[in-house]
């Protein structure tokens, strides 16, 4: 069965951490995904990557950074993190092909006080 | 611009109704379209890819009309369980480009 697994299902930071979001899949897929979901926004994407070490920035990376070092897992970095931050994060992944499904994992629900 | 508009909704609807939604796209260079739906407070998830002859998969039909840049998505016989977020995805191109979602439009079935 496919899975993406997502690190924390709930987190509280407060302004200025530094705050790292971690996303696993299994499915040996070479593509991975970050967004965010907000309320009238839909899921906005914030970075994604093709294969181990490569990053390409989406719509919003400002403020956001990211680490693929394993074909497996992608990691979201909030190098400070901000009020505006507050959001719903959701890793994805797939396989390439543009007909494949892409498979979400259960989404971080991030609060930055 | 928006490169994929939905109407947000929500759509109320009894138990039995049929119900369609319409998905535009911008870009007419787009190669591959579906429905997900995202349950309230779950990811979203795959319903069905849209092929430009139309296809069914039960209770549920998608149709893509290239000329016009619209796809739709057809519910009959609503039940409760379809009450979710359905989202209208693009893929622009071929093989490796992030898919472009739609805001969603939200439907809700009433017993």
């Known amino acids: 069965d496919v899975k993406v697994t997502q690190s924390s299902r709930y987190l509280v930071k407060r302004t200025g951490e530094k705050v790292f979001l971690e996303c696993v899949q299994d499915?040996?897929?070479?593509?991975m995904f970050w967004y965010r979901q907000d309320p009238g926004l839909g899921l906005r994407l914030i970075y994604f990557?093709?294969?181990?070490?490569?990053?390409e920035k989406g719509d919003i990376p400002e403020g956001y950074s990211v680490s693929r070092e394993k074909k497996e897992r992608f990691s979201l970095i909030l190098e400070s993190a901000s009020t505006n931050q507050t959001s719903m994060y959701l890793c994805a992944s797939t396989t390439g092909a543009g007909t494949d499904t892409q498979y979400f994992g259960p989404g971080t629900r991030l609060t930055v006080l | 611009r928006k490169e994929v508009e939905q109407d947000p909704g929500p759509f109320n609807v009894p138990e039995g109704a049929t119900v369609a939604f319409n998905c535009t796209y911008s870009n007419s260079a787009s190669q591959s379209f579906f429905w997900y739906r995202q349950d309230c407070r779950k990811e979203p998830k795959l319903l069905m890819s849209v092929y430009s002859s139309g296809n069914e998969d039960g209770r549920f039909t998608a149709q893509l009309n290239r000329a016009s840049q619209y796809i739709s998505l057809l519910i009959r016989d609503s039940k409760l369980s379809d009450s979710a977020t359905y989202l209208c995805v693009v893929n622009i191109f071929s093989g490796n480009t992030p898919l472009v979602f739609g805001k969603g439009t939200r439907l809700s079935v009433i017993a």
């Open positions: 990557s093709y294969d181990v070490k490569m990053k």
């Open positions: 499915m040996d897929h070479e593509n």
